[in-house]
């Protein structure tokens, strides 16, 4: 009777899910989820693949139904390859492109929402839907005469020089003070985790070029680093000062430089790092004040290079790294 009773569960279980090659006497559904290569459209034919993907490779070709809202139209705003999307039989995922149509509307950033229609004896994931927007390059939202479309900070006005962000000047975006006991504090990558070497300070230089030479940084007790003849900082771009060691990796591409004194020796106990020009006046004070005294981490500007410094763990993005000296705070290069 056991097996007769299996065999007439496995039938019953076919029979619903007949286009999903997955099925078991728990009747287990699988599982299907939305996703979207980007989530800004520019009008100017930019183009996202939307794709549709499911747990486990079909044996006869399924259609996913999508249901679309937001501000932003079919036929004026973008168009779809096609309405729905068909995972073929044998394969587990499926995608359509969405197009953005070009104008001369001025209409301001629109919005595009995707979820999926109804679609049977599948178990849908909690990303069903995605948020698109559609960037109108025909409207400039912050009136820094930089259209949105072209903009890096459509929504703050800056200058038309910096792709329409602002200029921020030279400032401190990252510091490791406290690198963590063993490898993962190994933070200038020479393979050895050592307390003074892997401290590191990430400036950046959001202005036009800078020549940094015979600049200093010094903390509350003693000079720590002279920045020698012909160091130049290009525009938006990083420079990082480790305590010494032999720094090995490629930091984003950013100039990187040891500590001319030795170490950077910032006290955990609370202290103040002062950089000031060849003529000895202030450039960019970081004081550590209300910061945690052994963070085993560094602190990092959230978001990078206007937030307020977090410790690098906290931070969604920087997806449980401890520091990210020459990168942004997810890795990525500036």
């Given at each position: 009777?056991?097996?007769?009773?299996?065999?007439i569960?496995?039938?019953?279980?076919?029979s619903?899910l007949?286009?999903?090659t997955?099925?078991?006497?728990?009747?287990?559904?699988?599982?299907i989820?939305?996703?979207?290569?980007?989530?800004?459209?520019?009008?100017?034919?930019?183009?996202?693949?939307?794709?549709?993907?499911v747990?486990?490779?079909?044996?006869?070709?399924?259609?996913?139904?999508?249901?679309?809202?937001?501000?932003?139209?079919?036929?004026?705003?973008?168009?779809?390859?096609?309405?729905?999307?068909?995972?073929?039989?044998?394969?587990?995922?499926?995608?359509?492109?969405?197009?953005?149509i070009?104008?001369?509307?001025?209409?301001?950033?629109?919005?595009?929402?995707?979820?999926?229609?109804?679609?049977k004896?599948?178990?849908?994931l909690?990303?069903?839907?995605?948020?698109?927007?559609?960037?109108?390059?025909?409207?400039?939202?912050?009136?820094?005469?930089?259209?949105?479309?072209?903009?890096?900070?459509?929504?703050?006005?800056?200058?038309?020089?910096?792709?329409?962000?602002?200029?921020?000047?030279?400032?401190?975006?990252?510091?490791?003070?406290?690198?963590?006991?063993?490898?993962?504090?190994?933070?200038?990558?020479?393979?050895?985790?050592?307390?003074?070497?892997?401290e590191?300070?990430?400036?950046?230089?959001s202005?036009?070029?800078?020549?940094?030479?015979?600049?200093?940084?010094?903390?509350?007790?003693?000079?720590?680093?002279?920045?020698?003849?012909?160091?130049?900082?290009?525009?938006?771009?990083?420079?990082?000062?480790?305590?010494?060691?032999?720094?090995?990796?490629?930091?984003?591409?950013?100039?990187?430089?040891?500590?001319?004194?030795?170490?950077?020796n910032?006290?955990?106990?609370?202290?103040?790092?002062?950089?000031?020009?060849?003529?000895?006046?202030?450039?960019?004070?970081?004081?550590?004040?209300g910061?945690?005294?052994?963070?085993?981490?560094?602190?990092?500007?959230?978001?990078?290079?206007?937030?307020?410094?977090?410790?690098?763990?906290?931070?969604?993005?920087?997806?449980?790294?401890?520091?990210?000296?020459?990168?942004?705070?997810?890795?990525?290069?500036?």
């Open positions: 009777m056991g097996m007769t009773s299996n065999l569960k496995l039938f019953f279980c076919f619903l007949i286009s999903i997955s099925c078991t006497t728990d009747d287990i559904l699988p599982s989820e939305l996703t979207a290569s980007s989530v800004n459209l520019s009008e100017d034919n930019g183009y996202i693949t939307v794709t549709v993907s747990n486990t490779k079909v044996n006869q070709s399924l259609t996913v139904p999508l249901v679309l809202s937001g501000t932003a139209t079919d036929g004026s705003d973008f168009s779809l390859s096609t309405p729905n999307i068909t995972i073929n039989s044998g394969n587990n995922s499926g995608s359509i492109t969405i197009t953005g070009q104008d001369n509307i001025i209409e301001g950033v629109e919005t595009l929402n995707i979820s999926l229609g109804t679609v004896n599948v178990l849908i909690s990303n069903s839907e995605i948020y698109i927007s559609v960037l109108d390059d025909d409207s400039d939202s912050d009136g820094d005469g930089v259209l949105d479309a072209n903009d890096d900070c459509p929504n703050v006005a800056g200058d038309i020089n910096n792709n329409g962000c602002p200029f921020l000047g030279f400032l401190i975006n990252e510091v490791l003070y406290d690198p963590a006991a063993n490898l993962p504090g190994d933070a200038n990558g020479d393979g050895v985790r050592d307390a003074n070497q892997d590191f300070i990430e400036f950046y230089n202005g036009t070029e800078l020549d940094i030479s015979g600049y200093t940084v010094s903390d509350a007790s003693a000079l720590r680093h002279t920045f020698p003849s012909g160091t130049v900082v290009p525009k938006n771009g990083v420079l990082v000062l480790f305590g010494g060691g032999s720094p090995s990796g490629s930091f984003g591409g950013a100039i990187v430089q040891v500590a001319s004194e030795g170490q950077i910032i006290s955990n106990a609370g202290d103040t790092v002062t950089v000031r020009d060849a003529n000895g006046n202030e450039v960019v004070v970081f004081d550590l004040a910061l945690s005294g052994n963070p085993d981490e560094s602190y990092t500007r959230n978001p990078d290079l206007t937030g307020d410094f977090a410790q690098h763990t906290t931070i969604t993005e920087a997806e449980g790294r401890l520091f990210s000296p020459g990168t942004k705070l997810d890795g990525t290069s500036f």
